[in-house]
């Protein structure tokens, strides 16, 4: 029987000294983040909360949000973390859809969960989280008792970005995060001497499996960061001698423009990425310029979310890298069979990491996992050696006149011009080819070019089938919670709308 809740309690019996985490000035040690957690725990159970109540949790990355987490994994409960950035509606959605107990919401949230569509409509209890909840916590009791779960049980519901419609709950349980968490921390050698830079939202797979839980499993400190800034985030890894950062693609383009002439950035040892492809331009740039490898890897909320990764000393740039211990992927055609080596195909993955299910959906559940296999609607091809390579999702696959484009690789052709900063292909409607392809494009502080210029960039690298026909600059993308692109809400120009294709 495994509750997560454990690898807060071995660590604290390690190493209770030790800074956990860290925020500002404030540090908590392990031996103090056990109490803080275990009075949070009696608290919860003073509230009535039992093993298998769901409960949301709405917090950005600030110390109550460890506190809450293992409290409520203590107890048993099942916890439903939300964006703080959630409307109204959205958080409804999340509470009704999970049928959860409480909602603990952080006090910008409040409004929002407080508004006659949300919690009040749900039943749900809400208590507002502020900065002096730890400070609450002195009059709790506390509870360090932790409640047995089976490996089967709940331990979290993590809902889906909602690409395809209404967010679908992914249930992951005590086994599923335990061995992801911890093959994690033993593929990267995760210490107690880390110190892990926090600033992925943990209320995300990648945040709270790759870099809360791993770091609280290897007795390493936690730097948290709120709101991810790329300045003060290259000033943290300064203050606090930074070992390891983990981000998203859009968090390491932020980071390669920042001006790092008066910043000592030497302490970095290593550097993890996910969510999202890393173009190898970035990735070589980083690399180069803060003098630590970036390791990308691959998963999904519905994977714990580990299921790929390069490894120390054995990676390949623009991989995924290899499945992790204990899980299998192979490539699919859209008829379920294997595809030939070397061709593209559909991943499917199967292994310890594979969620339980969707919360309440059989019918989703059963359409996505099939004899055991979880397919995943990304698009990949594999090696000799074995390692994986993204090329698309499934749904973003671009069709022009029979031809399949994919968008990922136009995007590489684009990040090699010297005044891209971010891009995003995507596909347009067009009345005899099907689909146009066109490029969003952000420009790189000072840097000047035009669309006609970077259209012609990549004509002159692609097929004349892929390159982007509509092209235009945008002051910014749109992204997700962990700074992830979001293709979705890319608005074209009226005027291109208009226009036949170059």
């Not at 090696?383 to 090329?391: C, E, L, R, S």
Request: net charge negative; with cysteine; glycine share 8%.
């Amino acid at each position: 029987m495994t509750n997560l809740a454990h690898i807060l309690t071995e660590s604290a019996r390690r190493h209770p000294d030790r800074p956990a985490i860290r925020l500002d000035d404030i540090v908590v040690t392990y031996a103090e983040l056990y109490e803080l957690t275990a009075r949070a725990a009696g608290w919860l159970r003073a509230r009535g909360i039992e093993p298998g109540d769901r409960v949301g949790i709405a917090l950005p990355n600030v110390m109550a949000f460890p506190v809450l987490y293992y409290g409520l994994l203590r107890v048993g409960a099942t916890v439903v973390p939300m964006n703080p950035l959630l409307k109204s509606r959205e958080i409804e959605h999340h509470l009704r859809d999970s049928g959860a107990e409480l909602a603990l919401v952080w006090r910008t949230v409040a409004a929002e969960a407080e508004a006659e569509s949300a919690a009040a409509a749900t039943g749900t209890d809400l208590v507002v989280i502020d900065g002096e909840t730890l400070a609450a916590t002195a009059d709790w009791p506390s509870a360090p008792a932790v409640t047995a779960r089976d490996d089967a049980d709940t331990a979290v519901i993590l809902y889906t970005s909602g690409t395809t419609g209404t967010p679908k709950g992914a249930e992951l349980t005590h086994a599923n995060l335990y061995r992801n968490t911890t093959t994690f921390m033993d593929l990267f050698d995760f210490c107690q001497d880390d110190v892990v830079v926090g600033c992925l939202p943990f209320f995300h797979a990648f945040g709270q499996s790759n870099v809360l839980n791993a770091s609280i499993a290897a007795g390493a400190s936690v730097s948290l960061v709120p709101r991810f800034e790329a300045e003060a985030v290259v000033q943290l890894i300064e203050r606090h001698r930074v070992t390891v950062f983990a981000g998203v693609p859009t968090m390491y383009v932020g980071l390669l423009h920042t001006d790092l002439r008066e910043a000592d950035t030497s302490s970095l040892r290593m550097c993890v990425s996910g969510g999202a492809a890393l173009p190898i331009e970035v990735l070589n740039g980083f690399q180069g310029a803060f003098g630590a490898p970036i390791l990308e890897g691959y998963g999904l909320s519905e994977t714990s979310p580990t299921a790929t990764f390069n490894r120390i000393g054995g990676s390949k740039p623009g991989s995924i890298g290899l499945p992790i211990d204990g899980v299998e992927l192979k490539l699919v055609n859209r008829d379920g069979t294997a595809t030939p080596p070397g061709a593209v195909g559909e991943i499917v993955i199967r292994g310890h990491n594979v969620m339980k299910g969707y919360w309440k959906r059989p019918e989703a559940t059963a359409a996505a996992i099939v004899d055991g296999w979880f397919h995943t609607g990304d698009m990949a091809t594999c090696d000799d050696d074995g390692f994986y390579f993204i090329v698309d999702r499934k749904k973003d696959i671009i069709i022009r006149g029979g031809y399949n484009v994919y968008p990922r690789e136009i995007e590489e052709v684009l990040y090699e011009h010297p005044a891209v900063r971010e891009v995003a292909v995507i596909g347009m409607p067009h009345p005899t080819h099907g689909e146009e392809v066109a490029a969003a494009i952000t420009l790189r502080p000072g840097a000047q070019a035009t669309p006609d210029e970077l259209r012609n960039y990549v004509k002159t690298r692609v097929a004349a089938y892929k390159y982007p026909r509509h092209v235009w600059i945008a002051d910014k993308l749109p992204k997700g919670p962990t700074g992830k692109i979001l293709k979705r809400e890319i608005g074209v120009p009226a005027h291109l709308l208009e226009q036949p294709s170059v």
